[in-house]
């Protein structure tokens, strides 16, 4: 798969994953044109009309790739027909999602801390590596084996990795803390001035 299918693809699953399956009308050929722009906006990835007109045959074709790999599905009934992923789809949308998370650093640190504790079994141990791996890869700092803290909102990012490896509340929990000792050394590590 050339790049520029994998990047069309990323955002026909990923749009579909954020905005759900679609129901639109099949009178024209052309209902992928329809779907495009509904699945897109999810993303917040824009196309102006002439690059829309330009790249709908990718799109259209790429629609009918992901069918043909059962990842995405198309039921028609009557003159609509609806657009949804597949498991499969789902879990290769999740992915290119865990792929792209990023941790949004805000203009002024509120003086707070998020943290995140894990405790996940040696049976789970190739989930808890990758996990692990994705932590760092944020830029949250281990403060103990299982114990990582970052001077940023992370919550929303925590869960999209919880739901994704398939971790409970019990297995991966996060608290917020106003004070931590020697955090002196966080507030250097993570560049923020003083407290």
Not at 41 to 58: A, D, M, T, W, Y
């Amino acid at each position: 798969m050339t790049k520029n299918k994998t990047e069309i693809t990323k955002i026909i699953l990923k749009g579909l994953l954020i905005g759900g399956a679609f129901t639109t009308a099949c009178a024209s050929p052309n209902f992928v044109s329809r779907v495009l722009p509904r699945a897109i906006n999810h993303i917040k990835f824009k196309l102006n009309q002439r690059e829309l007109k330009i790249k709908r045959e990718k799109y259209y074709n790429s629609f009918y790739y992901l069918n043909k790999k059962g990842l995405v599905n198309y039921e028609y009934k009557g003159k609509q027909v609806h657009i949804s992923l597949t498991e499969e789809g789902k879990k290769r949308a999740q992915k290119y999602s865990i792929d792209d998370l990023k941790i949004t650093k805000p203009k002024k640190w509120d003086k707070k801390w998020r943290v995140l504790i894990f405790d996940i079994s040696e049976k789970r141990k190739s989930r808890r590596d990758a996990l692990r791996g994705k932590i760092k890869e944020l830029g949250l700092y281990q403060i103990q084996k299982s114990v990582w803290v970052c001077p940023y909102h992370f919550q929303k990012e925590i869960d999209v990795m919880k739901d994704f490896f398939g971790f409970k509340s019990d297995e991966m929990t996060t608290f917020i803390a106003t004070d931590l000792e020697n955090e002196d050394y966080l507030i250097s590590y993570f560049n923020l001035g003083k407290k």
